[in-house]
């Protein structure tokens, strides 16, 4: 039972990393697509807003905001990859519940399937 809890944890653990990669991985999207769009076709209401006001995400954390757009394009791989392999550590400790609830009661889940 404690090898279960200590699985459960560890897949509540993860679901929270991964929501917070996705999290990150939006904003960067956000301001890829901001940033695309700013240079292929600016417009007035664009050009008059300073570039640290566009994003409609938090205003403190500016720290992307100042860095050139490779730069942002490789954060953006990473941040994939982090979500890659954290989606692929889930699905293991899913599949590892599932077997131990399985030995734990193995009749229940045949039950359960049943219903």
Do not use: F, H, N, W
Not at 7 to 17: A, D, F, R, T
Not at 67 to 86: F, V
């Amino acid at each position: 039972m404690v090898e279960l809890r200590s699985i459960q944890k560890s897949l509540s653990s993860g679901e929270k990393e991964k929501a917070e990669l996705m999290q990150s991985l939006a904003k960067l999207k956000d301001d890829l697509t901001r940033l695309q769009l700013c240079e292929s076709s600016p417009d007035i209401s664009t050009l008059s807003l300073p570039q640290e006001k566009l994003s409609t995400a938090s205003q403190t954390d500016l720290s992307g905001e100042l860095m050139p757009i490779g730069t942002r394009l490789a954060e953006m791989a990473r941040m994939r990859l982090l979500y890659d392999e954290a989606r692929k550590k889930i699905q293991l400790i899913q599949q590892q519940l599932a077997d131990l609830e399985e030995k734990v009661v193995p009749g229940q889940a045949e039950s359960d399937q049943d219903r």
